[in-house]
C-alpha cells in the first residue's frame, strides 16, 4: 500500500521545523514533497541580520542543506511558487505548471514585508528585508551607494540600520512614532537605545512620516521626502515598517482567513485535511512573528499530522532581544503597565542601565531592561510561571544574581564581555566559542549550547549568562519554557511535576509503570530521568517501590565517591561531627591497611580518605563498621552532614547543646534521601560559628530556644538561608525541621536544593505548611519518620551477596 | 581466529548494568547487558578523560560515563554527537545463559 502523501507549501523555519518534528516521531508515514518560492534550501532567517552586518555568511545559516532533504527521501522543489491550491481534487499547482496530489497539506508561506502604500514604493533600490535576495541586495547597495534609509525603527529595522552602517554606508533610520521599539520598551529605555546607536553612528528621524519616494536621474530611488517638507537624499530605501502574513494563496483557495490562515488549537485550519503554521497563521487573533512560538506551534502540527493527536497549541507570551552586537535590551510580557499595575524601576542615565518591573497581584507581569539584561531570563521565567512574588520584592529589581554567583568572573553582562572572556569556569568555554557554535549549529535552546560547548552543564551557574548569549545571538527566537513545564529530557515530554504527580495519583511504584504510563520514547530512559523517577518512587511510595540500583549514579550505588581516576573517597559518618580515639584509630588503621593516599578534613566535619580501588571498598566498610563507623553519605543526593559548633557544652557564650542537637537530628535523619544533597548545621548561639546560615536548614540557638533558618546553599551561588520559625524545645526543632525536610522530599524536583525549591513555590507557601498549619507539620514529620524507620547502614548491605559482586572484577586468563 | 573465555553467568549481570572482567594482561574490559539482554564489551575508559564506563548508567544500546556525561554506544564504541572519539570493542556471545569474551 502506497503512503499517504503529504505536501508543504513553503520552505521555511516553521515548515520544515514542522516537517522535522514529524519525522522525530512517525519516520516513515507520509510520502513528503516541499515547494519553496526562493532557489534556497531551508535557511535560518533570524540570522540574516549578521550576515547583513558581515558577521557570517549565507552557508553558515543554512540549516538543512540539500543532502537532508535526499537522505530524508523529502522531494524538494526550490524556485517554485504555488499558484493555486485545488482543495476538491487535492492537488497544488506551481506557476511552472507542476502538480502534486495530497492526503494532507501543510501550508507556511510566512509572511511579506508591508510595503508603505506611497508614490514611489516600487522604485529600484526601494525593498523590503525579508530574505536572502534582499539580503544580497543591501550589501550590492552597500558598495555602490552613499546613503540609506531605513523606513521603521523596530527590530528588524535596527538591525538592518546597523548592518548597513558597519557596511560603511550613511545610515538614516526614520520612525514614526516618539521613541524607538516602541512595541517592546518604554520611553526611557527606548531612548537611551537612541543614545547608544547614535553614538555608533546612525541618524534618527522621529516622529516623520513619509510621503513619497523620489526617484533621481538613474532612475533609481534617489531621496525620501516627508510630510513635512523635509528631504534627505536616499540611494536605498529599506521598508521595515512591520510584516503581513502571507495568506493570499490559502484565501484564494477557498480557506477561512481573518487577517491570517485561521487555526484551531491543533493547527489545523476550516479544511481537516490542511494545517498551517508559522508567521500566515492567526491563532486565537494573533499572527506571531518569533520563531519560538512558531517552533511550538511546529510541534503540535506534527504530531496531529503523526495520527497521534496530542497536544494543543494555547498561544504564546513572547520576549524580545535586539541582536545588534553591543546593545542589550531585553523585553517581554506587559511593559508598560496600566491601571491596575504597579512599577519597580531602576534608572541609572549615566551608568546607562534601566530596568523596569511591572507587576499585577504581587506578580510579575512585563518588564524592559536596558544595558544589564542579565536577569532577563530569570524574570521571564517567573513571568511565565506566574510566581507570586511578593516576599521577593524587596530585592526582585537587584535580580537573581544579587549575591553569591561564581565560576564566571563575576560577569552578569554577556553584550560587554570580550569574545575571549570565560563564561563557564567549569569546562573553560568563552564566550566567542558559545556565540560561533550557536552560528555554526543553529542552535535554538539552552540545553542544546550546553550539549555542543559543555557549557553551563557542569555546575551550572553560569547558565543564566549561557542563556543571556544565546538570546542575544538569536534574539527573540530564543524562549524558555515554563519551568513547571520543561520536560525532565529527551525521552519524555512531561516535566517532574507531571511525573511526580502521575507516580502519586496513579500508584505507580516501578519505572516500567512509569515509563509505560507515560509514554517514554526511550526502552529505559537516560541517565537524566532514570534518577529523577527512581527517587520520585522511592520518596512516593517508601517500602512499597524498590529502589532500583541502577537507576542510582555510581556514587549512590557504590556508596562511595568516584574520583578522576576511576578511585573513591570513603567518608565514615561522625556524628554532629564528634569522634573518639577508637573511631579515629579504626580511621587510622584503614587508610594505612588500604594503602590510603590523601587524608582530608572535610567541610562537614568529618574525615575523608581519598584514592581507594574500587575492590578494595566492601573489605575497608567491613573494617570501619566493626568500630562502629557507618556511611557518612559523602556520595549521596541525600543528608550529609549536621554541622555543630561546640555549643553551651563548653563553650562560655553558648546558649544550647549545639552538638547535642546535631547528633539527634543527624540521627533522626540518616539514610534520608532527597532531590539533592541536605547539609544541616547548629550553632549554640547568634556567633554562628557553624555556619548555620547557609545549609538547607540551619539552627541558631538563643537563650530562650532556637531560630530556624531554612533554603540556605553554600555552594555555586550562596544562597543566605531565610527565618522559617522560633521554637523552643528539642523536639519542635526535630518536628519543624523534619516537616521541612520531607516537604521538600515530596514536592521538590529532582536535583533541586532546597534554596530553588523554596525559590519556586515562595516562603510564605513553605510557611503555610511548616508554621501555620500544625496538624500538616505532625503529618508530613510523621510520613519522613515512617519512611527511614529500618534505615539500614549502606555499607553493611552492601556486602551482601548479590550487592557484592559489583565491586568485584572478574579475573580471566587472557 | 577468536578465543572464547567463558567469563560468567548471564545473571551475574544485572539488566542495565555491568561486571568488570580483569584480563591477566591489558586494561579492564567492561561488560554490559542492557535492558533486552543484549550484551556488549568495552575497554573500561571513556575516550574523554578515561572515566571507568563501566560504572555508567545503561540505557537503550548507550552507556553515560560517570564521570562528565558523555554518551558511548555499546555496540561500536563510538561516542555519540556531538562528542567525537571512540574506545575499544570486544566480540562476546550470550550461549545457554553464558557470557563468552573473545580475547
Not at chain 1, 793 to 809: L, M
Request: glycine share 10%; net charge neutral; with cysteine.
Amino acid at each position: 500500500m502506497s503512503k499517504p502523501r503529504l505536501v508543504l507549501i513553503g520552505n521555511g523555519m516553521a515548515g520544515v521545523r514542522t516537517v522535522e518534528e514529524l519525522l522525530k516521531i512517525k519516520p516513515d508515514h507520509y510520502d513528503i514533497t516541499i515547494f519553496g518560492a526562493e532557489p534556497h534550501p531551508n535557511y535560518n532567517r533570524i540570522l540574516l541580520s549578521p550576515v547583513l552586518a558581515g558577521e557570517m555568511t549565507i552557508q553558515e545559516i543554512v540549516l538543512n542543506e540539500l543532502d537532508w532533504y535526499r537522505e530524508k527521501g523529502i522531494k524538494l522543489h526550490t524556485g517554485k511558487q504555488v499558484a493555486r491550491i485545488d482543495r476538491v481534487n487535492r492537488k497544488v499547482i506551481a506557476d511552472d505548471g507542476t502538480e502534486e496530489s495530497y492526503d494532507r497539506l501543510l501550508i507556511a508561506t510566512g509572511s511579506n514585508p508591508f510595503i508603505l502604500p506611497i508614490p514611489g514604493n516600487d522604485l529600484p533600490g526601494v525593498i523590503g528585508y525579508r530574505d536572502i535576495k534582499d539580503t544580497d541586495e543591501m550589501i550590492a547597495a552597500a558598495r555602490l551607494h552613499r546613503h540609506a534609509v531605513v523606513i521603521g525603527g523596530g527590530l528588524l529595522g535596527l538591525e538592518a540600520a546597523n548592518g548597513l552602517k558597519l557596511r560603511g554606508m550613511d545610515v538614516t533610520v526614520v520612525h514614526a512614532a516618539e521613541w524607538l521599539l516602541e512595541r517592546q520598551l518604554d520611553e526611557v529605555a527606548g531612548k537611551m537605545l537612541q543614545k547608544s546607536l547614535e553614538d555608533r553612528g546612525l541618524k534618527f528621524l522621529m516622529q516623520k512620516q513619509t510621503e513619497a519616494l523620489i526617484q533621481g536621474e538613474s532612475g533609481r530611488v534617489a531621496a525620501i521626502r516627508f510630510k513635512d517638507g523635509m528631504q534627505i537624499p536616499a540611494d536605498l530605501v529599506v521598508m521595515a515598517v512591520g510584516i503581513r502574513p502571507n495568506y493570499a494563496l490559502a484565501e484564494a483557495s477557498g480557506i477561512h482567513c481573518n487577517r491570517g490562515i485561521v487555526v484551531n488549537d491543533t493547527m489545523q485550519t476550516f479544511d481537516p485535511k490542511v494545517y498551517a503554521v508559522g508567521e500566515c497563521v492567526s491563532h486565537r487573533g494573533i499572527a506571531y512573528g518569533l520563531v519560538a512560538p512558531l517552533f511550538e506551534q511546529a510541534k503540535v502540527a506534527a504530531n496531529h499530522l503523526a495520527g497521534y493527536g496530542i497536544g494543543r497549541y494555547t498561544g504564546s507570551v513572547t520576549s524580545t532581544k535586539l541582536k545588534v552586537t553591543g546593545i542589550d535590551l531585553f523585553s517581554a510580557g506587559n511593559f508598560l503597565g496600566g491601571k491596575d499595575t504597579e512599577e519597580i524601576v531602576l534608572n541609572d542615565p549615566a551608568g546607562g542601565v534601566y530596568k523596569k518591573l511591572v507587576i499585577r497581584d504581587n506578580k510579575l507581569v512585563g518588564g524592559v531592561m536596558f544595558g544589564d539584561t542579565a536577569d532577563g531570563p530569570w524574570y521571564f521565567q517567573l513571568l511565565k510561571d506566574g510566581r507570586d512574588i511578593h516576599d521577593i520584592r524587596d530585592h526582585l529589581i537587584f535580580g537573581q544574581s544579587l549575591v553569591g554567583d561564581v565560576g564566571h568572573a563575576g560577569n552578569s553582562k554577556a553584550a560587554s564581555m570580550a569574545d575571549s572572556a570565560e563564561v563557564c569556569g567549569c569546562n573553560g568555554v568563552s564566550k566567542g566559542t558559545i556565540v560561533r557554535t550557536i552560528k555554526e549549529h543553529g542552535l535554538f535552546t539552552l540545553d542544546e549550547v550546553k550539549k555542543h560547548t559543555k557549557a553551563a552543564s557542569s555546575c551550572g551557574s553560569c547558565a543564566g549568562l549561557v542563556e543571556q548569549i544565546l538570546a542575544s545571538t538569536i534574539g527573540g527566537a530564543y524562549t524558555p519554557a515554563a519551568s513547571d513545564k520543561k520536560p525532565v529530557c529527551g525521552c519524555t515530554e512531561h516535566s517532574h511535576q507531571t511525573v511526580r504527580e502521575a507516580i502519586r495519583d496513579q500508584h505507580l511504584i516501578s519505572k516500567e509503570a512509569v515509563f509505560k504510563t507515560l509514554g517514554w520514547t526511550t526502552p529505559n530512559g537516560c541517565d537524566k530521568c532514570r534518577p529523577a523517577v527512581n527517587y520520585y518512587l522511592i520518596s512516593t511510595w517508601p517500602h512499597e517501590a524498590k529502589d532500583d540500583p541502577q537507576s542510582r549514579f555510581v556514587n549512590e550505588r557504590t556508596h562511595a565517591n568516584i574520583q578522576k581516576d576511576g578511585t573513591y573517597s570513603v567518608v565514615p559518618r561522625m556524628w554532629g561531627g564528634l569522634t573518639t580515639p577508637d573511631e579515629l584509630r579504626a580511621i587510622a588503621d584503614a587508610a594505612e591497611k588500604y594503602k590510603v593516599p590523601t587524608v582530608k578534613v572535610t567541610g562537614g566535619q568529618r574525615i575523608d580518605l581519598l584514592g581507594v580501588k574500587r575492590e578494595d571498598l566492601p573489605a575497608m566498610w567491613a573494617d570501619l563498621n566493626a568500630a562502629g563507623l557507618v556511611s557518612g553519605h559523602a556520595y549521596g543526593k541525600s543528608i550529609r552532614t549536621v554541622k555543630t559548633c561546640v555549643g553551651a557544652e563548653h563553650c562560655r557564650f553558648g546558649t544550647q547543646l549545639a552538638m547535642d542537637m546535631g547528633v539527634k537530628l543527624e540521627k533522626m535523619l540518616f539514610d534520608m534521601y532527597a532531590p539533592h544533597k541536605v547539609k544541616l548545621a547548629v550553632s549554640g548561639c547568634p556567633r554562628n560559628c557553624a555556619e548555620a546560615g547557609i545549609k538547607d536548614v540551619g539552627i541558631i540557638g538563643v537563650e530562650s530556644g532556637y531560630e530556624l533558618y531554612v533554603a540556605g546553599n553554600g555552594g555555586i551561588k550562596t544562597e543566605v538561608a531565610q527565618f522559617l520559625c522560633k521554637v523552643t524545645s528539642d523536639e519542635d526543632v526535630m518536628e519543624y525541621s523534619g516537616a521541612f525536610l520531607q516537604l521538600y522530599r515530596e514536592e521538590g524536583w529532582y536535583l533541586e536544593r532546597t534554596c530553588h525549591y523554596v525559590e519556586r513555590v515562595g516562603m510564605d507557601y513553605v510557611k503555610g505548611r511548616i508554621v501555620e498549619d500544625e496538624d500538616r507539620r505532625k503529618a508530613l514529620y510523621a510520613s519522613l519518620l515512617a519512611a527511614l524507620k529500618d534505615a539500614r547502614d549502606p555499607w553493611a548491605t552492601s556486602r551482601e551477596p548479590q550487592a557484592i559482586k559489583q565491586f568485584i572484577p572478574i579475573t580471566v586468563d587472557a | 581466529m577468536s578465543n572464547w573465555k567463558l567469563i560468567c553467568k548471564l545473571d551475574d549481570i544485572p539488566q542495565l548494568g555491568s561486571r568488570v572482567v580483569r584480563p591477566s594482561r591489558g586494561g579492564d574490559i567492561a561488560i554490559f547487558r542492557n535492558g533486552d539482554d543484549e550484551v556488549f564489551a568495552l575497554h573500561d575508559k571513556c575516550p574523554h578523560k578515561g572515566g571507568p564506563l563501566s560504572q555508567g548508567m545503561v540505557h537503550g544500546k548507550r552507556v553515560t560515563c560517570p564521570l562528565h556525561g558523555w554518551n558511548i554506544g555499546l555496540d561500536d564504541g563510538q561516542a555519540v554527537a556531538p562528542d567525537v572519539g571512540a574506545c575499544g570493542k570486544f566480540e562476546v556471545k550470550v550461549e545457554g545463559g553464558e557470557v563468552f569474551l573473545s580475547v
